[in-house]
């Protein structure tokens, strides 16, 4: 998560204990998918942490399956991160520049060493540098999708802690 963006803190749960100008700073979030433990760190009002050693299970085996894990993954990443809209972008970077190699290395192999396979270029350079430029193209209107989506959410962008 942290390499997407997402300030969390480690091994953190959502029980927490929080004063009521964070309550209140937290009550401005107006979003609908609220994911705690990206929005708490994100108030950013001083923090303390409570470490303990955590028992066994006793009452069997967890209601929280794999699935439901990797869901609410998800939901933080898509309620944080725009990288992985960036990710398409660069992807679409990439296999475009890659297709622009393969036209220059037909090019070559067709004027200089006369080694080319009849067909071959005319049929697989187009669907690199079309898949290319589909992925840039949906990555580019991914970047605004992304804008739009984190001006939507109409997060504060400070809170005032204390005026001197």
């Known amino acids: 998560m942290k390499r997407l963006g997402v300030d969390l803190v480690h091994n953190h749960a959502d029980f927490r204990l929080l004063s009521r100008r964070a309550v209140e700073a937290l009550r401005q979030y107006d979003e609908v998918n609220v994911f705690l433990r990206g929005i708490v760190p994100l108030i950013g009002y001083r923090a303390a942490t409570v470490k303990y050693d955590r028992s066994q299970r006793l009452a ?86 992304a804008k739009i989506y984190m001006e939507s959410k109409r997060r504060p962008r400070y809170f005032v802690e204390r005026t001197v």
């Open 60 to 145: 069997g085996v967890s209601k929280y399956p794999l699935r439901r894990m990797l869901a609410f993954a998800a939901e933080g990443i898509t309620s944080f991160s725009i990288v992985p809209l960036r990710l398409i972008t660069l992807l679409g970077f990439v296999v475009s520049a890659f297709s622009f190699a393969m036209i220059l290395f037909i090019v070559y192999g067709t004027l200089v060493m006369k080694a080319v396979i009849p067909g071959w270029a005319s049929s697989v350079v187009p669907i690199y540098f079309l898949g290319g430029i589909q992925l840039l193209s949906i990555g580019i209107l991914g970047e605004y999708v």
